[in-house]
């Protein structure tokens, strides 16, 4: 158990809706990423933000959004869902900013479904 | 960030030392090679890292060249839980990046 909690755990739902996936970071941690992994892309970094602030931003689509909010949770919104974002979503936490050395620890995953 | 290079796939025989290499001949001064697995399609899993020395915690050993140009991944006592997916990477100051990783199988 690395500490990292997000739910839910899996989502199945139609093209053109709007879904929220929700990520709690490790206690005390203050950085939050967020990545997608599918299939044929791997794993790929979308956005990390550290204690509520936008630090990074990776191959994030328009269609997603994120924050994280004063308890240092943070969410995932992805809209206008179309069937390539089906996907396994992961949130990792680290202590502090990515790079050097802080390890980041992810969470169990959403699987979101797109039919 | 640099790049690294893994093989595709390894085999390890269950109870033996499964070594993984990783090239990564551009590494910067400042990059600290990291090193995660993800067994199955489970979140992946914080390994070890190092910069410049050998570095060993309860998981595995890592091992790191004089040149910084290649790491070797060490699990002493290979099982078969530790069948995974291996990712190497070389983080600077921007978030990991994954690549295709070693796909190692301990074979009983």
């Known amino acids: 158990d690395s500490g990292v909690t997000q739910t839910p755990k899996h989502l199945i739902t139609a093209t053109g809706q709007r879904v929220t996936l929700r990520c709690s970071p490790r206690?005390?941690?203050?950085?939050v990423y967020w990545y997608q992994q599918s299939l044929d892309q791997g794993l790929q970094f979308l956005i990390q933000?550290?204690?509520?602030?936008?630090?990074a931003k990776g191959n994030i689509l328009e269609r997603f959004s994120a924050q994280q909010f004063p308890d240092l949770h943070s969410e995932l919104n992805l809209s206008s869902l179309e069937l390539g974002d089906s996907a396994l979503y992961f949130c990792?936490?680290?202590?502090?900013?990515?790079?050097?050395?802080?390890?980041?620890?992810f969470g169990p995953g959403t699987r979101l479904t797109v039919t | 960030d640099a790049k690294t290079t893994q093989p595709t796939s390894m085999d390890c025989a269950e109870g033996r030392a499964a070594n993984l290499p990783c090239n990564h001949s551009?590494?910067?001064?400042?990059?600290?090679v990291y090193w995660y697995r993800q067994i199955h399609s489970q979140g992946p899993q914080y390994i070890i890292h190092?910069?410049?020395n050998n570095e060993t915690n309860e998981m595995a050993s890592l091992i790191i060249t004089e040149d910084r140009k290649s790491s070797t991944l060490i699990l002493p006592h290979a099982t078969l839980r530790d069948t995974a997916v291996y990712y190497c990477?070389?983080?600077?100051?921007?978030?990991?990046?994954f690549g295709k990783g070693t796909r190692l199988s301990v074979i009983a």
């Open positions: 990792a936490s680290s202590a502090g900013l990515a790079g050097g050395t802080y390890e980041q620890y």
């Open positions: 206690s005390g941690d203050l950085s």
């Open positions: 933000y550290y204690n509520g602030e936008e630090r």
């Open positions: 551009t590494i910067s001064g400042n990059e600290y």
């Open positions: 190092g910069l410049k």
């Open positions: 990477i070389v983080e600077g100051n921007t978030p990991l990046v």
